[in-house]
């Protein structure tokens, strides 16, 4: 059976927050700033200090026989999962995912005049 790798983003939108949920997010937004995203397996949330939405981005293991429904379903649960861990609740989740074996790697030409 082989194996591919999805690389998914979700984006969401956080629940209305109260103001301990607020206070603790903020206090930890330089730890989810864009900058510190990486595509894992683990995935990884990021937010502004806006605290409107979040981008949740991971890699999800899959069979040949995975339908992108199958792929996205495993990235929003990560997501949840993630989310819930920094102490928010979602809504609105919308993903797209791109399989690694699709992405073409254009080297660049080097030319000395």
Same mark, same amino acid.
């Given at each position: 059976m082989a194996r591919k790798t999805y690389q998914v983003i979700v984006r969401g939108r956080f629940a209305p927050l109260d103001d301990e949920q607020r206070a603790a997010l903020l206090a930890k937004a330089d730890e989810h700033d864009?900058?510190?995203?990486?595509? +894992?397996?683990? %995935? +990884?949330? +990021?937010?502004?200090?806006?605290?409107l939405a979040f981008t949740f981005r991971c890699l999800v293991p899959a069979t040949e026989?995975?339908?992108?429904?199958?792929?996205? %379903?495993k990235a929003e649960a990560l997501a949840a999962a993630a989310?819930?861990?920094?102490?928010a609740d979602y809504r609105d989740l919308r993903s797209v995912s791109t399989d690694l074996d699709d992405i073409k790697i254009r080297r660049r030409e080097h030319r000395h005049a």
């Open positions: 864009v900058f510190r995203a990486k595509f +894992t397996e683990e %995935g +990884t949330v +990021t937010y502004e200090r806006s605290l026989e995975d339908g992108e429904a199958v792929v996205i %379903g989310v819930s861990g920094i102490g």
